[in-house]
Nanobody, 124 residues
Framework: QVQLVESGGGSVQAGGSLRLSCVLS????????MGWFRQAPGKEREFVAA????????YYADPVKGRFTISRDTAKNAVYLQMSSLKPEDTAVYYC?????????????????WGQGTQVTVSS
């Protein structure tokens, strides 16, 4: 059974940084692609970033380009989202997701597994 467990959320002031972690278990992820999504209150879930488990290919949403970095550690079976220069509009629940193909996509419907989410709150 595939499980994704996120951690690292919290409250931070605008301009600050946070690193989210997502630990995966229950499968061999070598042919997977991993994504981070977020959902703010009253809004639809939106794509943030994606990376192939092989590391060959990274894709960012425009609002986070240059501020967020997605990475993975295959030895630890983990995916990370380093967030810097945070803004109040980054406030949301952040979700880690995995899909069983190497497609880099912003389409949440293409992802097969999801974590429970971790709250990020950025105050001005």
């Amino acid at each position: 059974q595939v499980q994704l467990v996120e951690s690292g959320g919290g409250s931070v002031q605008a301009g600050g940084s946070l690193r989210l972690s997502c630990v995966l278990s229950g499968a061999s992820f070598t042919t997977y692609a991993m994504g981070w999504f977020r959902q703010a209150p009253g809004k639809e879930r939106e794509f943030v970033a994606a990376v192939r488990w092989s590391g060959a290919g990274i894709y960012y949403a425009d609002p986070v380009k240059g501020r967020f970095t997605i990475s993975r550690d295959t030895a630890k079976n983990a995916v990370y989202l380093q967030m810097s220069s945070l803004k109040p509009e980054d406030t949301a629940v952040y979700y880690c997701a995995a899909q069983k193909t190497i497609e880099l996509t912003r389409n949440s419907g293409r992802y097969d597994y999801w974590g429970q989410g971790t709250q990020v709150t950025v105050s001005s």
